[in-house]
Structure formats: structure tokens, C-alpha cells
């Protein structure tokens, strides 16, 4: 991305995102990690070993129903996210997937961890597997229906690498199933720590139902004042004043009136001050959420 400046950290941190692989190497195409964090868990593989020909097909037509979204109007929706997690297939796996193939990567291994207290990664092997079959994962948003799989198969770790380049050095995805607001951080505190461990990132976020904007996500918005580099994202990702306070310039790019969603008002005036402050600087593509217009907007801030 032209944008970038050089020497900008190879570790990137996607709080909000969902399954979505694909917009982080197609922001950080050079990124040699990325956390990606969402309400969402990953699910088990291995009902592939079990579903019948007929039950892969209905599964493999929903995937492709749900991942439109990601493709053509580089968001996907809760509503998405939610059916995908009831679904027969691993949605989130099977998103990563998606993005791993758009990009010429080819997936080398996989395995499911949990963070330790102190924000490590703790491998889960078979044998811890088979003692965790009955716990079944938590639903992180209260309205969502309860996943159906075992809380082993909450978190994921996928090495990968360019299709065809065995000699390749492997990069790292983390999918990471928590709860971003202040309470859920205070409660698994494992998530912050192991995210302040990576030293400083670049960070990106869109289509976030402007959750950054709001009180409640303070934590996760001041982590990533005090740890990032640089940071693109739609509107929904951390409200000028914020990042110009914390010490950043903040470039906006497209056209900006207003938020596509209910959003708290004084972030709304924030982010609209930032677009009437400066010249528009076109831009030809979406990314994330329209305004309230269907304006494509970005914003970068450095």
C-alpha cells in the first residue's frame, strides 16, 4: 500500500475483524503476523470427517452465500458472522481460507491454542481436545446463538505461506474469540497482555459498527494509541481527536457526511469536522462501511 511509510512494523493487530484475512493482506500485503480479533470462534474441523456429501454441499453453498459480502462489499454483517457460527463448517476457518486463496497463499498448518494468564499462547493438543468435549465454547453476544463446538476450537494459529514457495518463511494468522469492551477485557485480561507483548504494530479496523467511537471500548481504543504505528480504517475506527491528542496526523480520503449506523453524535461531528477541514482526496474503491450517503471513505492515521 503507497500510503505506508517505511519501516512501518510487520505485526498487525485487526480488533473487530471478524474472518477477515483477506482486507488485512490486502492492507499489509508484507505483514509477517496478524491478530485478528471478533465475538466470533473459530469452530471444528473436523466435521468434515462426518458430514455427508449432500450435508458438504448445503454447508459449502452456505460459505459462499456468507462470504459474498467479504467480497463484494469488503464487510461482512453480525447477521453473517452469526449463521456462519451455527453452521455446519467452521465460518471463521473457512473465511481465512478465502482470504489465504484470493491471495496466492497456501495454508502449511493449523492449530488451536488458548492464552495463557499472562498472554501466551498455550498449543491444545488432541488429548486436551478429547477432555474438552463436552465444555462447550460461550457465546460472546448475548443475542447470538450458543455455538455448538467445544471451547478448544475457540482460538486458531494458521501458518502460511506463498502457494508453490516451499522455502518460503511462514507467516502467522491468530484468530482470537473475546469480548473488546472494557468488561471484557477486565475480565480476560490474557487478551490485553498478549496483545501489548507484540511491542508495536500497525493496526486497521472497518465495517465496526462504530464501537471504537464509544465509551465502552476505551480500552481496546487506548491500546492501540499507546502501541500503533499507523492505522487505516473506514469511519468507524478511532475518532480524530483521540489519535490528534495521542500525537497522530489523521488524513482522511474519499467523502465523509455522516455515520452509516446509529453512532455516538460527538465523534459523529468529529469525524465530519476532519472531512470538512481538508481537500478531498478521491478515492476509488470501499472500504468497509459507506457513510450515510454511500460515500466510500478511509482514513489513515500516522
Known amino acids: ?6 519501516g512501518l512494523p510487520s505485526t498487525v493487530v485487526y480488533p473487530f475483524g471478524g474472518g477477515d484475512l483477506l482486507s488485512a493482506l490486502t492492507v499489509y500485503p508484507s505483514l509477517r503476523e496478524v491478530t485478528t480479533m471478533s465475538l466470533e470462534h473459530v469452530g471444528d474441523p473436523r466435521v468434515i470427517e462426518t458430514i455427508s456429501p449432500q450435508g458438504l454441499e448445503r454447508a459449502l453453498a452456505a460459505v459462499r452465500r456468507r462470504v459474498s459480502g467479504l467480497l463484494i462489499w469488503t464487510e461482512s454483517t453480525s447477521e453473517n458472522m452469526i449463521q456462519l457460527e451455527a453452521g455446519r463448517l467452521p465460518g471463521q476457518l473457512a473465511f481465512f481460507l478465502v482470504g489465504l486463496a484470493v491471495h496466492g497463499q497456501e495454508p502449511v498448518g493449523l492449530r488451536f491454542f488458548d492464552l495463557t494468564p499472562e498472554g501466551g499462547v498455550d498449543g491444545i493438543s488432541p488429548a486436551d481436545v478429547d477432555l474438552r468435549k463436552a465444555k462447550i465454547a460461550s457465546k460472546l453476544n448475548p443475542v447470538w446463538k450458543a455455538p455448538s463446538f467445544s471451547d478448544a476450537f475457540s482460538n486458531s494459529e494458521i501458518t502460511f505461506r506463498p502457494a508453490g514457495q516451499p522455502d518460503a518463511p511462514l507467516r502467522i494468522h491468530r484468530h482470537i474469540a473475546a469480548d473488546l469492551s472494557n468488561d471484557g477485557l477486565k475480565r480476560d485480561t490474557a487478551v490485553l497482555k498478549h496483545l501489548v507483548a507484540k511491542g508495536y504494530v500497525a493496526a486497521m479496523t472497518k465495517a465496526a459498527s462504530y464501537l471504537l467511537w ?12 499507546e502501541n500503533m504505528d499507523f492505522m487505516v480504517s473506514d469511519s468507524t475506527g478511532i475518532p480524530p481527536r483521540f489519535a490528534r491528542e495521542a500525537g497522530f496526523e489523521v488524513v482522511p480520503y474519499g467523502r465523509y457526511t455522516g455515520p452509516f449506523l446509529l453512532a455516538p453524535s460527538t465523534s ?7 472531512y470538512n477541514s481538508q481537500p478531498e482526496r478521491p478515492l476509488g474503491f470501499r472500504f468497509g462501511y459507506p457513510d450515510n450517503d454511500h460515500h466510500d471513505h478511509m482514513v489513515v492515521i500516522r
Open 1 to 6: 500500500m503507497a500510503l505506508q511509510p517505511e
Open 214 to 225: 464509544s465509551t465502552n471500548f476505551a480500552t481496546i481504543r487506548n491500546y492501540l494509541l
Open 268 to 274: 459523529a461531528k468529529d469525524m465530519l469536522a476532519l
